[in-house]
Nanobody
């Protein structure tokens, strides 16, 4: 199982970025996808989740209304569209995947993590 995340960068507050997560080595359409982030000096936090079918996105309150998670199983790709970025969104962002789709609620994965992780991509939002 491999995940490749990209799309991070430096953006001004109020700007937008789209992160991509490409999966390989597994049946992408059987796995849930989560996006997590870790800011300097802070614990990792789960921010968004989408089930394998792509019909149940979930967001934590801090990103709800600004971020959108999507996936295209045919392309083995998931995205995190981030709008109205704020300096507090600055972090390393990770995509992760787990085959236990439909076993747990998104909050369980945010607390316990997912089975497979990609390398992070840095997002920096300047004020």
């Amino acid at each position: 199982v491999q995940l490749q995340a990209c799309g991070g960068g430096l953006v001004q507050a109020g700007g937008s970025l789209t992160l991509s997560c490409v999966g390989s080595g597994f049946n992408f359409d059987d796995y849930a996808i989560g996006w997590f982030r870790q800011a300097p000096g802070k614990e990792r936090e789960g921010i968004s989740y989408i089930n394998s079918w792509g019909d149940k996105p979930y967001y934590v309150d801090s990103v709800k209304g600004r971020f959108t998670i999507e996936r295209d199983n045919a392309r083995k790709t998931a995205w995190l569209l981030m709008n109205n970025l704020k300096p507090e969104d600055t972090a390393i962002y990770y995509c992760a995947t787990d085959p236990r789709d439909r076993y747990y609620e998104p909050t369980w994965y945010f607390k316990n993590g997912m089975d497979y992780w990609g390398k992070g991509t840095q997002v920096t939002v300047s004020s």
